[in-house]
C-alpha cells in the first residue's frame, strides 16, 4: 500500500481539506479521492491528490 495526500483549496488559496489515505496503486487513489470530494461535496473546488512521488493523480482548478 502506498501514502497519497489530497488537498482541496478555496478561491482565496486556503486550505479547506488535507488528508491522507493509502492505495494500491494510482488508479485506486484516483478513485479514492474523487469519492471523498463528492461525499464532502468539494469535488468543484480546486484539489489535488499526490502520490508518494509528488506525482498529480487527480487535479481539478
Do not use: Q, W
Request: with cysteine; charged share 35%; aromatic share 8%.
Amino acid at each position: 500500500m502506498r501514502d497519497y495526500a489530497l488537498t482541496v483549496f478555496d478561491s482565496a488559496g486556503e486550505k479547506l481539506l488535507d488528508a491522507s489515505f493509502t492505495a494500491e496503486n494510482d488508479a485506486e487513489a484516483k478513485e479514492i479521492g474523487m469519492s471523498r470530494l463528492e461525499k464532502e461535496g468539494y469535488s468543484e473546488h480546486t484539489h489535488r491528490c499526490v502520490s508518494p512521488e509528488a506525482k498529480l493523480v487527480l487535479f481539478h482548478r
